[in-house]
Every structure is written in structure tokens, then in C-alpha cells.
């Protein structure tokens, strides 16, 4: 979403260690701010190596409501090789599946207790390999059912680059290197710090209604500390967004700011949280009644749980996630403005919340949000917060009042670390067809 020159992101990294938004499309971490499989829908996620060594990488799939993990496991990509991922539905929750041949540890499509995976040949000799998402991590939860895993975001965390002698095309080795061999006593063995150049694609798809939208991915780059080996065994829940450098420069409309948060015990996520940061972020509105257009707003909180895990919240946010209750608290206020395509507006339109919801007009609640302007949800999504949308066509503009502590240098950064897209679907008689947007933002920041 933030919109870095990538000269900029070049050098930040390689003159010293702070995070930054490539605006290449290329870094050391990819976020994927939307997966759903509700209403019949797919999802289709591709990590792709853009460059000429090896690289271990964390896949991590996060549900919809405080970002619980789903589902992670460890892939091994060769030099210039794609991982071509789709999620789909399995006894009313998500999963992974794929035809592809790249390493991953465990192996995909096995068992695993109550979610175990499945194997199937297909016509054309390939193997379908399908591994089911999780509930383990929210089952204490009130609300906690499988269901929380049909919608969610995706992250992708290089844990390093892999040297030439360990052939990762080779399955059974790699394998072998975590069973009984290396890497089950040092995981850093013949893997060092990661160098980024990941890249990532994404698409939704919805076969019965024949149409698709893309997804905007996020790269971040310089997030790894120097030197520093991220490369973690599978099901550790290790190498997270909350471990990288504690500085980041970003784009605060007027000039680049570095923000420092090195002294602070949460200084990696303020750092990661900073750099993803939105004041406010606006996007275009299609509900043509004549076109029988839709749109849907997608706003994904990647990082809220490191912030509201504990029993109070940390700056930026102000609402601890609450286990105990059916819906959810940890609610953020948002201030929406609309705007026809003539400049008129109008502020705070529309009920803002579903109606079950015990949040405040304005507030946006989970990990993922859809939001939808229109009677129906463009990316079919049930629980799509419902805002009227006073024009036929136009934009709408969120702003945050959020603020982040004060980094090392008295700097603060106002809003929240948000990433998302709009996605619009027209319905032409039998025939209908999406198109995407990611949002545009702008970040504040005061102080020296």
C-alpha cells in the first residue's frame, strides 16, 4: 500500500538496517492481506524466488478474527522457482492444496490428528496434495469454531538462503536434515541470513459465478536483523512478523522518515507496524445500480495480535482481543467520509457495523475486514460489514486517530498498520467480471 521509490528501498537496505516497502514487489516478506473460501470461492497464492540461490521460507496462514495461526509449515525454494498454493473449503473450514513439487516440511497432504491431510492422483499423473487449516490455536476461545479459518491473510517470512550444496529439489534430503540430520540439532547449518527478493501473486476466484478479482501483496524489505539466521523447524511457530529490525523508514507525504524504536522491548512489531502504518486509506466505490455493480473495502490488521494479546492494548491500539466474548471487542474507530464523482461528500454515512456486532459506529474489529458497500458483498463474504454508500458511484476515505508510542527520537507515527485493496464485481446479464485496487494511503508522522 505505501508507495516507496525503489531507489529508496534499495538503499535503505544495503546502507543500514531498516525496514521498507518495496515498491518493486520484491523483499524479505510478503503479506497477502485476503483468503476466503466461503460461498464456494478459491483463493489462489503464489511465493516466487526471483533469485539465483535457494531460499528456506516460513508460510504462515492466519484467520480472519485475531489472526490466530491456521496453518504454517516450511517451503524450499530453488533458484527462480514458484509455489503455486490454492485454498479451498474442507468440512466447513480452509485449506491449502497444491500440484506443485516444491519442498515443504511436512510434507503437505499427510496426516495430522483431527485434520489430517489427503493425496489424490489426477488425470494427468499429478499429485493433489491437500492439507486442512487448524483450530488449535483460538480452541479456548468462546467463539471457536473451524469456520474462523475460511477467511484470512497470508504471510510469508524468508528465513534465509540455503547453500548450493543442499539440493532442495530433493525432498527426501531436506527432509532427512530435519528427521535426523543437521538441521534437527542446528538449524542453522548451511543457511544463512535472508537476502530478500521473494515476490508474490494472488487471485479470488469464484468458479460457479465465473469471475475473479486480484490481490495486492505487500513487500517488505531490510526486515531481517544483519547476520541473523531466521531459519526455524516447522510447527515452532517461530520466525514472526515481530522479529525483524527495529528501525524503518516510511513516507509521511512530505519526506522520508527513519523511526527508531531500538530501546523498546516491542521495537521489532513497532518497526514492522510503523512501516505499514495508514493515517488514512481511501479507494473507489462501484454500485451502479444499472450496472449492477458491487464493491467491497478489504482492510487486514496483520500485526493487531501482537498489540492486543495481553489484557490491555499497546499503542497503537487501545482495545485488548477478549477471548471470553462471542464477538469481538478489540475494536479500532474509523472516520469515513464519501465522496461522489463531483466532489461532494458526506461524513460518516451508513451503519458502519453489522447489526450483532458490539462495537461502535466507525469500528472495525477483526484481523481481516471486509467491508461492503453495496446489499451484497462483492468477494461474497457473510459477515461483510454493511456501510451505505449514499452515491452510485464516487470514493470513500477512512482516517485513523490512532497514534503509535514515541520511537527513540520523539517521532510518532499516527495510525494503524493496515494493508488491503478495494474489489469491485459488475454483473452483465449470465456473464459478470471483477477488478481490484489496493488502497491508497497516507501516513503522518510528529515530532523531531
Known amino acids: 500500500m505505501k508507495l516507496l521509490a525503489a531507489a529508496v528501498a534499495s538503499a535503505s537496505m544495503t546502507v543500514s538496517a531498516q525496514q521498507v516497502i518495496n515498491n518493486e514487489g520484491t523483499g524479505q516478506v510478503l503479506l497477502y492481506p485476503f483468503y476466503s473460501v466461503e460461498s464456494g470461492s478459491n483463493t489462489y497464492i503464489h511465493v516466487a524466488n526471483t533469485t539465483g540461490a535457494s531460499k528456506a521460507v516460513k508460510i504462515r496462514f492466519s484467520e480472519g478474527r485475531n489472526g490466530q495461526v491456521a496453518l504454517e509449515f516450511n517451503a524450499y525454494l530453488g533458484p527462480y522457482d514458484v509455489f503455486p498454493m490454492a485454498v479451498g473449503s474442507v468440512e466447513g473450514g480452509g485449506a491449502v492444496l497444491t500440484t506443485d513439487g516444491t519442498c515443504t516440511v511436512p510434507e503437505l497432504g499427510t496426516a495430522n490428528g483431527d485434520y489430517s491431510g489427503s493425496q489424490s492422483e489426477l488425470a494427468d499423473g499429478s499429485v493433489l496434495r491437500n492439507q486442512p487449516f487448524l483450530p488449535y490455536l483460538y480452541a479456548d476461545d468462546v467463539s471457536n469454531s473451524i469456520g474462523r479459518t475460511q477467511l484470512g491473510f497470508v504471510e510469508v517470512i524468508e528465513m534465509g538462503e540455503v547453500d548450493s550444496s543442499v539440493d532442495v529439489s530433493k525432498c527426501a ?12 540439532t542446528d538449524s542453522s547449518t548451511k543457511v544463512t541470513a535472508p537476502t530478500g527478493g521473494l515476490a508474490g501473486t ?23 536483523k544483519p547476520l541473523t539466521n531466521y531459519h526455524t523447524g516447522p510447527g515452532t511457530l517461530g520466525t514472526n512478523l515481530d522479529e525483524g529490525v527495529k528501525k524503518a523508514t516510511i513516507w509521511d507525504g512530505d519526506e522520508y522518515v527513519t523511526v527508531d524504536y531500538t530501546s523498546q522491548s516491542m521495537g521489532s512489531a513497532m518497526a514492522t507496524g510503523a512501516v505499514l502504518s495508514a493515517r488514512q486509506f481511501s479507494n473507489e466505490v462501484q454500485i451502479e445500480s444499472g450496472l449492477a455493480a458491487e464493491t467491497d473495502f478489504v482492510v487486514t490488521q496483520p500485526l493487531a495480535k501482537f498489540y492486543t494479546s495481553s489484557t490491555t492494548a499497546t499503542a497503537p491500539y487501545t482495545k485488548a482481543y477478549d477471548a471470553t466474548k462471542a464477538a469481538n471487542v478489540a475494536c479500532e474507530s474509523f472516520k469515513l467520509t464519501q465522496f461522489d464523482r463531483a466532489s461532494g461528500s458526506s461524513v460518516g454515512a451508513g451503519t458502519f457495523v ?29 459477515g461483510a460489514v454493511p456501510v451505505g454508500f449514499q452515491f452510485q458511484n464516487g470514493q470513500a476515505r477512512f482516517v485513523s486517530e490512532n497514534s503509535f508510542v514515541a520511537d527513540d527520537n520523539g517521532v510518532t507515527v499516527q495510525g494503524l498498520p493496515v494493508i488491503g485493496f478495494a474489489a469491485t464485481r459488475i454483473v452483465n446479464g449470465p456473464m459478470s467480471y471483477g477488478y481490484s485496487a489496493p488502497h491508497a494511503s497516507m501516513t503522518v508522522t510528529s515530532g523531531t
Open 173 to 184: 534430503d531436506v527432509r532427512k536434515l530435519w528427521a535426523s540430520g543437521a538441521w534437527s
Open 202 to 224: 494472488a487471485m479470488f476466484i469464484n468458479p460457479s459465478l465465473a469471475y475473479s478479482v486480484s490481490i495486492d501483496v505487500t513487500a517488505i524489505d531490510g526486515w531481517a
Open 354 to 382: 453489522p447489526a450483532t456486532s458490539n462495537g461502535t459506529a466507525g469500528d472495525l474489529c477483526d484481523a481481516v475486514s471486509v467491508i461492503k458497500f453495496d446489499t451484497n458483498s462483492a468477494l461474497l463474504v457473510d
